[in-house]
């Protein structure tokens, strides 16, 4: 069956460390991957999004590695900060179904003062 | 610009009942999604519109229904609710329908069926 598995238990971290969350996917076969935030009775947010053809892509402190054969993608923060807490969600693309993203359940980061 | 839009943001029903959520997106986008997200199985994908025609849906039973109008606004609708309906409800809109578009959330509806 097609499963797209996050940490499942909660990420906590001091300040200043850098965070790493996986995407673990089987079965599927994306063209790309992208990355959300959410927060507390909030929409997600778009983070970030890497195609297949790419190995990493950075943004301000944050990076992602997609590694296709392993079927796995990371998402670092560097020099995490408190208001780096919330929700992270990763969300692959179906092939052949334009526009229709499957996400995974997420992985909650607690970032300690 | 304004961002995406969702009316209401809360809602209570009871069971059997049917329900109508509405989606604003943003100025000039065409595409809309729908999602449901539970505390049990996360965010999952409910059906997309394009031009006012559905390109995508996911497995949901046929209870659950949408739509576009032309202006790109979007409802969907819940027919004979069940307890296990009880989500947020979450509706995205992209510029030109593409997969690699950044998706645009709304807030959220959050339905409570009792």
């Known amino acids: 069956s097609q499963k797209i598995e996050q940490n499942s238990e909660a990420l906590n971290i001091q300040e200043g460390k850098t965070a790493t969350l996986t995407c673990n996917y089987t079965?599927?076969?994306?063209?790309?991957l992208q990355w959300y935030r959410q927060d507390p009775g909030r929409g997600p947010v778009f983070l970030l999004l890497?195609?297949?053809?790419?190995k990493e892509k950075r943004k301000e402190r944050l990076k992602v590695t997609f590694d296709t054969t392993l079927k796995q993608s990371l998402f670092h923060i560097t020099a995490s900060q408190p208001a780096d807490s919330a929700t992270y969600l990763c969300a692959l693309d179906i092939r052949g179904a334009t526009n229709k993203l499957i996400f995974g359940t997420g992985t909650l980061l607690a970032v300690q003062p | 610009k304004a961002g995406v839009t969702q009316t209401p943001r809360y809602l209570i029903k009871t069971r059997g009942q049917q329900v109508t959520l509405s989606c604003s997106p943003i100025?000039?986008?065409?595409?809309v999604s729908w999602y449901q997200q539970t505390p049990g199985q996360g965010l999952q994908f409910l059906f997309e519109?394009?031009?006012?025609?559905?390109?995508n849906k996911g497995n949901f039973p046929g209870r659950f229904s949408g739509r576009q109008f032309s202006n790109s606004r979007s409802e969907m609708n819940v027919s004979t609710l069940e307890l296990g309906d009880s989500a947020l409800y979450l509706c995205?809109?992209?510029?030109?329908?593409?997969?690699?578009?950044?998706?645009?959330f709304g807030p959220g509806t959050r339905l409570t069926v009792l």
């Open positions: 995205a809109s992209s510029l030109k329908g593409q997969g690699t578009d950044t998706q645009y």
């Open positions: 890497i195609r297949e053809n790419e």
């Open positions: 100025s000039g986008h065409r595409s």
């Open positions: 519109y394009f031009s006012e025609t559905q390109r």
């Open positions: 079965n599927y076969s994306p063209a790309y």
